[in-house]
């Protein structure tokens, strides 16, 4: 196993291990653990296409290992009374529809993998998870806004429009 697809398995590790944390009431800790964990997506990504270390493995772990940590935390999160539960069925119904159309090409033998926009909905939801989870810091330094629901809200959208155009560029698989 080469190294991102490494990283990408300690992502997953370390999900329980956040989880934990959190509900626990080390929310900073937690918070770190998920600012590290999310860190190893961008490296995992950077480091698979500049030394050619794209696999099959890679191209459906990586976004599943985001999908996991991002869920977790949302749910955890709504848990705590901290995100609203209609933000969380909206992300997790994108992606169980897009881990379908993913299933579905793959039994075709095509492997999608994670386009522009699916990457700036994840980072925009690691981001607003991150700021939520280390309770608004460092917004809270100059404002009271919850600046980490707003970027959450811009996320949301980023999910649907993201989800909207994964279906229209892969419909073909839909007519097989």
């Known amino acids: 196993m080469n190294l991102p697809n490494k990283l990408t398995m300690l992502r997953i590790i370390l999900i329980p291990i956040f ?25 995992d990504g950077h480091l698979a296409r500049k030394y050619n270390l794209i696999t099959n493995f890679g191209k459906i772990m990586d976004p599943l290992a985001d999908k996991l940590l991002v869920t ?13 539960g209609w933000m969380v069925i ?20 095509i492997v999608i993998a994670a386009g522009k926009s699916g990457k700036i909905k994840t980072v925009l939801q690691m981001l607003a998870l991150s700021v939520i989870l280390l309770q608004n810091w460092p917004f809270s330094l100059f404002t009271k806004q919850p600046i980490g629901i707003y970027i959450l809200w811009i996320a949301v959208i980023m999910t649907i429009y993201s ?10 698989i839909f007519r097989k």
């Open 163 to 172: 989800g909207i155009e994964y279906i229209i560029k892969n419909k073909e």
């Open 72 to 84: 977790s935390a949302l749910i955890c999160l709504v848990e705590l009374g901290q995100v609203a």
């Open 19 to 43: 989880i934990i944390l959190l509900t626990k009431g080390y929310s900073i800790i937690a918070a770190v653990l998920f600012i590290l964990a999310a860190a190893t997506d961008a490296l």
């Open 90 to 109: 909206v992300i997790l119904a994108r992606e169980f529809i897009i881990t379908g159309l993913r299933a579905v090409a793959a039994g075709e033998g």
